[in-house]
């Protein structure tokens, strides 16, 4: 049989599903599943944008274009100047960075009403960022890095995500983070904080925040393609 479901709202939704029979069942613990499904506005056109090339770009883009209904782009600084306009989401992997295009691409009027994913890597300028309005405070690493395991917080509420997503990413390979001090400057919505040698941290890992209707994250080390040779290693896919 079949069913439709109205889509109330955009992101990630979980369901939950009981099949309920005429008669007494003898095992009912396999009368119920739970699935989820991304919703998405059909068009949604998301920018990669990296200070340069890294594997990171494929890796995020190709997760995306398993999602239905993302136009996914992939450029780096080195196309620049081009037009923003028609991307909702633009994803910049070490930008802010020391190159110039990097500060008149954040000063184009078409990036003000952009949602922002931020994802630091050794090209970073930590002070451009800072005065991106971040919720953190972040000191330079004066060239100093480290890596970083991931920690979910259990107290994380934005959206749903898969039941055993917290255990997952604790055993996803550690991100290559900047060696720096953070001070948390005003709310913001933490859901992965830094783990290092075992030592759990204050030190967020990913965090998102709102101004307005703008939405923003930032990731605050590379690696991803990484992550994602891992989930391919488990799930063959």
């Keep these: 049989f079949a069913f439709e479901i109205k889509a109330a709202e955009k992101g990630l939704q979980a369901y939950h599903v009981w099949l309920v029979g005429e008669e007494k069942d003898a ?3 396999n009368n119920s599943g739970q699935f989820y499904v991304q919703m998405v506005e059909s068009g949604d056109q998301v920018l990669i944008l990296g200070s340069g090339p890294h594997p990171d770009l494929g890796a995020i883009a190709s997760a995306l274009r398993a999602a239905d209904g ?3 782009v992939v450029k780096t600084l080195n196309d620049y100047p081009f037009d ?10 070490g930008i802010p960075s020391r190159d110039e295009r990097s500060k008149r ?4 009027p078409q990036m003000k009403n952009k949602a922002i994913w931020y994802i630091l890597n050794t090209s970073t300028d930590f002070d451009f960022l800072a005065e991106q309005d971040i919720p953190w405070e972040i000191s330079k690493p004066k060239g100093a890095y480290e890596y970083a395991d991931a920690r979910y917080n ?3 509420s934005n959206f749903l995500l898969p039941l055993n997503w917290a255990t997952q990413t604790s055993h996803f390979p550690p991100l290559y983070v900047p060696f720096s001090n953070f001070q948390r400057l005003r709310k913001s919505d933490v859901m992965l904080w830094q783990s290092i040698r075992g030592f759990e941290t204050d030190k967020p890992l990913q965090l998102f925040w709102s101004k307005g209707k703008r939405k923003f ?3 605050t080390g590379e690696g991803l393609w990484k992550w994602r040779f891992y989930d391919f290693k488990i799930h063959s896919n």
């Design 70 to 72: 993302y136009d996914v």
């Design 84 to 93: 923003l306009s028609k991307y909702q989401l633009v994803i910049l992997h």
């Design 217 to 219: 994250g930032l990731l």
């Design 105 to 108: 691409l954040l000063a184009n």
């Design 27 to 29: 095992n009912e613990s």
């Design 154 to 156: 259990s107290n994380f």
